[in-house]
């Protein structure tokens, strides 16, 4: 045999070495799944949910009631919307465009469970929202043993995670690695253009909390599950960092004093209340929105800030910072941030791609204002 050909051998042996090695590295998905599975046979599944509780469901899963909105989304991705029999009641009302207009309402976003709708229609499993986590065993008896799992589906935190749980409770590994794939490779390239970033090059920003419009200049927090945890790892500096917040208070009214001497380089808003940007929503609609809400101000000294003087003022619609497209909120902040750093990334093509992708849909709509492209 002649040094070639030895030389060919030795290099094929250490690409099958390396190939092998890699396939036994678990991922985190991998690890954080490990967590979440208990047990698994043809016959059922025993997980452990969100808030720790462990649960065990018949196989196969056939009929769903999710009793949060924001859980849909990872539902439908899954292509799981031909299970789902019932919604909570702001689901039509928040995203129709998503269809099941004959899903029926069982219960009251976060709140209650309609137990006699419910028991009518027969499921095989209930999510119920994290917040309903200490009530969830009740729940569950009172529903005649139906299992419930208290799930998000919607943080960055437990996404990845829960959606993993999700495919093997539903069947639909391959959807839900597809989907934890699109998210992971958009994330690591915020991780990768941001980690080396010194402190002193990371820009400070207010990130307001505006579910209800009366209220004003509340801070969310590095520890707030959606706005707070999409905006972390962005290249900038939350200056509502040493603000008394803790898990269950993720938001605090700061006060416009308090926002004027951090003075941030940036401001983002949270829209949501109101119907203020979203589908359907000309970038119009959007800009007048957020002039209105700053000649609102005024009297409080909003023009003084620097964001306000740079024009530093954006908008991000909850339904990127939360579910699937957290992710792409975490690009918008990146990219608002670094905009030399991520030129070749566009928020809305991710957006376009994602619909097209994992909902087989076309949505026109403003979710950003200005839009970082």
């Given amino acids: 045999m002649n040094g070639a050909n030895v030389m060919k051998i030795l290099q094929y042996s250490i690409l099958v070495a390396v190939l092998l090695s890699l396939a036994v590295l678990p991922s985190a998905a991998d690890d954080a799944i490990k967590e979440k599975i208990v047990n698994k046979t043809a016959d059922s599944i025993t997980v452990v949910d969100e808030v720790g509780r462990t649960v065990t469901i018949n196989l196969p899963v056939k009929k769903i009631i999710s009793t949060d909105y924001r859980q849909m989304e990872v539902l439908l991705a899954l292509g799981a919307g031909d299970m789902i029999v019932g919604v909570d009641s702001n689901f039509h009302k928040q995203m129709p465009y ?38 969830a065993d009740e729940i569950s008896d009172k529903l005649q043993g139906v299992p419930v799992l208290a799930l998000s589906l919607s943080s ?15 069947g639909k590994e391959d959807a ?32 307001e909390y505006m579910s209800d419009l009366q209220r004003k200049w509340w801070a969310i927090g590095p520890n707030n599950p959606s706005a707070g945890r999409a905006a972390e790892g962005c290249g900038g500096r939350n200056i509502a960092s ?35 940007s979203g589908v359907g929503k000309t970038k119009d609609e959007v800009k007048n929105n957020l002039t209105r809400l700053i000649d609102e101000r005024a009297s409080e000294g909003i023009r003084n800030f620097n964001a306000v003087k740079n024009n530093h003022v954006y908008v991000l619609n909850r339904d990127f910072i939360s ?9 918008c902040i ?20 994602y619909l097209k992708e ?12 200005p839009a970082p492209e």
Avoid: C
Avoid at 160 to 168: A, D, K, N, S
Avoid at 183 to 193: A, F, G, M
Avoid at 246 to 255: I, K, Q, R, S, V
């Fill in 334 to 353: 990146a990219k608002w941030l670094h905009p030399d750093l991520f030129k070749d990334l566009s928020p809305d093509e991710m957006n376009r791609e």
């Fill in 156 to 170: 960055r935190d437990h996404i990845i995670p829960e959606t993993q749980m999700m495919g093997e409770i539903l």
């Fill in 98 to 135: 998503f269809g099941l207009k004959d899903a029926a309402e069982a219960g009251i976003h976060a709140k209650e469970v309609n137990y006699e709708q419910v028991l009518k229609l027969q499921p095989d499993l209930v999510i119920v929202p994290t917040r309903q986590g200490a009530s």
């Fill in 358 to 369: 994992f909902q087989g849909m076309e949505l026109e709509g403003t979710w950003t204002y």
């Fill in 242 to 276: 040493d603000l008394p917040l803790n898990d269950t208070t993720t938001t605090l009214e700061a006060g416009a004093e308090w926002v004027l001497t951090e003075n941030p380089d940036y401001i983002f808003m949270d829209f949501m209340g109101g119907d203020m």
């Fill in 176 to 207: 839900a690695n597809k989907l934890i794939g699109w998210t992971e490779k958009y994330n690591k390239i915020v991780d990768e253009r941001t980690r080396d970033l010194s402190e002193n090059d990371k820009p400070t920003f207010f990130f």
């Fill in 323 to 331: 579910g699937p497209r957290w992710v792409i909120g975490h690009v």
